[in-house]
T-cell receptor, first 113, second 110 residues
């Protein structure tokens, strides 16, 4: 089944403790992206990757890192999480980005205490 | 910073009624997409509009892209409970960057 998977689905952590949210797609898509969703703000793009080894900042990249070492995986790294990074995170992929259909993962709900 | 504002934020209507959701910006977008999101899931793409003035129909849903490519609307005819969800517009800024709207939460009562 074609899908985007994220792990973990739920995470509670404390301020400053490094964490990684994994994202994997099995559709051989070139483009992958991370978003955060907060009430009243819609989805905001954190980082995106046009293809392997090429990434760029979205609208809210501060406090996040990403890497794209292989086509299928695009992990989101929070080196020192803070409470304002408490949010619902979505990973998405598409064949080309741009006009292509983005397929979203199921989301990761993160609470930083 | 580019922004996309959606209105209304919340909408509760009876089954069979018509409704329109608006997505507005002061910025020009090369294309615009509409998504629907259900609780506990990621957004699902409904449509992409590319040309200013373009109108697309998807069964009871009609999508329009403004002539100046700064705004869009989603019209639902004869809403059904299955239309309940969060509707999001998203503008493509440049080639790869997406700007999402603030969302419209629709509830259709049986």
């Amino acid at each position: 089944e074609a899908q985007v998977t994220q792990n973990p689905r739920y995470l509670i952590t404390v301020t400053g403790k490094k964490l990684t949210v994994t994202c994997s797609q099995n559709m051989n898509h070139e483009y992958m992206s991370w978003y955060r969703q907060d009430p009243g703000l819609g989805l905001r793009q954190i980082y995106y990757s046009m293809n392997v080894e090429v990434t760029d900042k979205g609208d809210v990249p501060e406090g996040y890192k990403v890497s794209r070492k292989e086509k299928r995986n695009f992990p989101l790294i929070l080196e020192s999480p803070s409470p304002n990074q408490t949010s619902l995170y979505f990973c998405a992929s598409s064949q080309t980005g741009g006009l292509g259909t983005q397929y979203f993962g199921p989301g990761t709900r993160l609470l930083v205490l | 910073t580019q922004l996309l504002e959606q209105s209304p934020q919340f909408l509760s209507i009876q089954e069979g009624e018509n409704l329109t959701v608006y997505c507005n910006s002061s910025s020009v977008f090369s294309s615009l997409q509409w998504y629907r999101q259900e609780p506990g899931e990621g957004p699902v793409l409904l449509v992409t509009v590319v040309t200013g003035g373009e109108v697309k129909k998807l069964k009871r849903l009609t999508f329009q892209f403004g002539d100046a490519r700064k705004d869009s609307s989603l019209h639902i005819t004869a809403a059904q409970p299955g239309d309940t969800g969060l509707y999001l517009c998203a503008g493509l800024s440049g080639t790869y960057k997406y700007i999402f709207g603030t969302g419209t939460r629709l509830k259709v009562l049986a």
